[in-house]
């Protein structure tokens, strides 16, 4: 006897080893960008001040990429299963944060997709800036999906180089020369791996362009009126 499987069989097993293969990547790049940020922690010592509890870098909007968005919606689903009730209140967060800044969201409202092109980036510095994080535990001043944490805030706090130099958080480094704070230089991803799995995931998925938490934890990405949450 014969028999016959339907087709998307196949596909929805090459999706999960896909999505298997994406996430080991994906823990290799975390462990790679911790070390880093231990190490540049031990050089800085009392310089860097970061500490549980500490969350001005947690106010304002910042564009995240589709590789933090699986990571934090995997977060998320994680979360559910341990402490569902605070899930459930950062999935409050979430909707509430998006009722309040749809209407001047710098991109489309409904995938939470942000624009790209010319002036998008001055048009996004005006927005949101005085947001919290819907990650953001109110009341203990900590972050709910600490481990799940979007790239550009595992990075925050010590010297990391862009086109501009190096940056530091302004509460950190207080009285260091410059000398001293180049020589806490961290260097997060210097194979550029991040780049690599994020092609791999915007590849996989159909789903490309930068969004933010709110809409990331709120709605996912509306493909072709479906709602789509991507799980690892």
Not at 43 to 72: E, H, K, M, Y
Not at 89 to 115: M, N, Q, W, Y
Not at 191 to 200: A, G, K, P
Request: net charge negative.
């Amino acid at each position: 006897m014969v028999r016959r499987f339907p087709a998307s069989a196949g596909r929805d097993r090459d999706q999960a080893k896909d999505q298997a293969q994406n996430r080991t990547k994906d823990q290799e790049l975390i462990q790679i960008v911790d070390s880093a940020l231990a190490d540049a922690a031990r050089r800085s010592g009392q310089w860097l001040v970061c500490r549980p509890g500490c969350t001005q870098c947690c106010i304002g909007a910042f564009p995240i990429n589709q590789l933090d968005a699986q990571r934090l919606r995997q977060g998320l689903a994680d979360l559910e299963m341990r402490a569902p009730q605070h899930a459930d209140r950062v999935r409050e967060r979430a909707r509430e944060a998006v009722a309040r800044l749809s209407r001047d969201f710098p991109g489309d409202p409904v995938s939470g997709t942000l624009d790209e092109g010319d002036g998008a980036a001055e048009r996004f510095a005006e927005f949101a800036n005085d947001e919290p994080c819907p990650v953001l535990d109110p009341e203990t001043g900590n972050c709910e999906l600490y481990e799940s944490r979007p790239m550009t805030c595992r990075v925050f706090g010590p010297p990391v180089r862009s086109e501009d130099g190096l940056g530091v958080c302004e509460l950190c480094y207080q009285g260091a020369s410059d000398e001293e704070i180049a020589a806490c230089e961290m260097k997060p991803d210097p194979d550029n791996r991040e780049s690599v799995l994020l092609r791999r995931v915007e590849n996989s998925t159909g789903i490309s362009g930068d969004t933010i938490i709110a809409f990331c934890l709120a709605t996912g990405h509306i493909k072709k009126g479906i709602s789509v949450f991507l799980l690892f």
